[in-house]
């Protein structure tokens, strides 16, 4: 593919000894006095040999601003000697008759020299100008983009491009792999594998951390430069350039510098990616920890009912009440177990991102109804009130995600207000949104931890026995899973009041009343 100009311009400067001077720049610069002077030879009767001089001092000038020292120096003598040869009188002699001829000789001479250096001089200094400028718009735009990465994949990607794009060149990342061991890394699929003698030199420049290869002392490459990566504390890896020509000076200490600032990202992301590791792990075995404890625990319980109910009705006669009674709480144990299974099953559901709600038209009236009726044991000790504005209408969602999020909100409340209150649940429809409010009356929620009442596995600080902790991370997942949003905040005079705001559409002209 055909690189822009200035990519190409770049990349020479960066790659060149600054302002060379090569065998045909000479031949020009000869060539361009001598036409210059056989014109002149021809016109000289008309405009006199003294002009001729500012003609040639002008060729100089103009030389000066494309040329190096060497071709401007040989332009302003050769310039000088024709000028006395053919033009000065006597003409076809080095000889000059009249004194102020010999000084306008030598002042030429002074002048062409002095004109032309300095001039190539500006050049030269307005061209490393202009490549310092480049080297730090380039370091510049790699720092932000490396900055800007999140991860280590967008860091690779972002170096390879940064180098390709300002100079042209072809980059092959090869990081460690956490054991001291090199593994090729490069999301550019037109790289094609180093071969194995390239490899072989990769990982001794990692093991001494010299460059090595291609324009260096040792270990000669087929294509790649290859430059160990020095962080502070480890070693990341290897970069493999693809240089075209060798660099020199300023530019290898530019190259140096370019990857000491991809190799300190590089390390930074290197033990980001092992501390989030760590925190992982760490987290992993305090959720198992977690997670074993409250289920254990809740299972525990109702196993034990379950166990000693069923061997008490198996060996023992008892009065028919008694049965009735033993049986319903073997059947409050399984419903608690099941409750339980459940809420695992839902929370694997949501960490799987496998949640997709079907929405379908639902009245609130059934779903308030039917959690009701599922939670009669444990709002028998208080008093439920259930407020529905008169013209609430048919609302899309999904009944049975929205079933669990109300009985997960209901439950909880039974679980923290005090007993013989009222808990109050209200439905309403207000600007294209649906709205369920569960309130109680008791303690409330601490200050400090109505951020944290949604996590998983978190429950309040003093908290009575029992609960995985769930409950209210499912009513969330459920919630967004929505697109909708779930609060939680204190009633004044104690209680704590859930709000679920849903976005949903209304059939049209159709209310319930």
Not at 108 to 120: D, E, P, Q, Y
Not at 381 to 391: A, G, K, R, T, Y
């Amino acid at each position: 593919m055909k690189r822009p100009n200035k990519i190409k311009r770049f990349r020479n400067n960066l790659s060149l000894p600054v302002l060379t001077s090569s065998f045909w720049n000479y031949i020009l610069a000869a060539l361009a006095v001598i036409i210059s002077s056989g014109i002149c030879f021809f016109i000289v009767d008309y405009i006199g040999y003294q002009s001729v001089s500012f003609i040639l001092l002008f060729v100089v000038s103009i030389l000066s601003i494309f040329m190096g020292i060497g071709p401007i120096t040989l332009a302003a003598s050769l310039s000088a000697f024709i000028w006395n040869f053919f033009f000065i009188p006597p003409k076809f002699t080095i000889d000059i008759d009249k004194t102020e001829d010999a000084l306008m000789f030598g002042m030429f001479f002074i002048i062409a020299l002095v004109n032309g250096v300095l001039t190539s001089r500006v050049r030269r200094q307005e061209r490393l100008t202009r490549d310092r400028e480049e080297r730090t718009n380039a370091l510049y735009q790699l720092t932000k983009g490396l900055a800007n990465s999140n991860n280590m994949d967008e860091l690779i990607e972002t170096t390879v491009n940064n180098i390709k794009v300002n100079f042209g060149l072809d980059v092959i990342i090869i990081l460690q792999d956490g054991n001291n061991h090199l593994a090729e890394y490069s999301k550019d699929p037109l790289l094609k594998k180093l071969t194995s003698e390239e490899i072989g030199v990769a990982e001794r420049v990692f093991e001494n951390s010299l460059k090595a290869g291609k324009y260096t002392d040792s270990l000669q490459s087929e294509k790649y430069t290859f430059y160990p990566m020095m962080g502070n504390s480890i070693k990341p890896g290897v970069i493999a350039v693809k240089h075209s020509i060798p660099v020199h000076g300023n530019n290898d200490e530019f190259w140096d510098t370019f990857i000491t600032q991809i190799s300190n990202a590089v390390e930074k992301e290197f033990l980001n990616e092992l501390a989030r590791k760590a925190r992982f792990l760490n987290e992993s075995d305090k959720l198992y920890k977690t997670l074993f404890n409250s289920i254990s625990h809740e299972l525990r319980i109702p196993v034990a009912t379950i166990m000693s109910a069923s061997e008490s009705l198996l060996t023992t006669q008892h009065p028919e009440d008694i049965r009735k009674e033993l049986s319903h709480e073997i059947l409050k144990a399984a419903d608690r177990l099941n409750r339980l299974i459940e809420n695992l099953l839902n929370m694997s559901r949501l960490e799987s991102g496998r949640i997709t709600p079907r929405l379908d038209w639902c009245d609130i009236h059934d779903l308030i109804n039917k959690v009701a009726d599922s939670l009669l044991d444990e709002l028998k000790p208080f008093h439920l009130q259930v407020e529905i504005c008169d013209e609430m209408p048919l609302v899309r969602i999904d009944f049975g995600l929205m079933e669990q999020v109300l009985y997960n909100l209901i439950y909880n409340a039974t679980q923290y207000a005090s007993i013989s209150t009222n808990l109050r649940v209200k439905a309403s429809y207000e600007k294209g949104m649906m709205i369920l409010q569960v309130l109680d009356r008791g303690p409330g929620i601490p200050k400090k931890e109505i951020s944290l009442i949604f996590n998983k596995f978190y429950r309040i600080e003093g908290s009575k026995a029992g609960g995985t902790g769930l409950g209210l991370s499912i009513a969330k997942g459920f919630t967004l899973a929505h697109k909708g949003t779930i609060t939680a905040e204190n009633r004044q005079n104690g209680g704590a009041k859930f709000t679920i705001r849903i976005p949903s559409d209304i059939p049209k002209d159709e209310f319930k009343g």
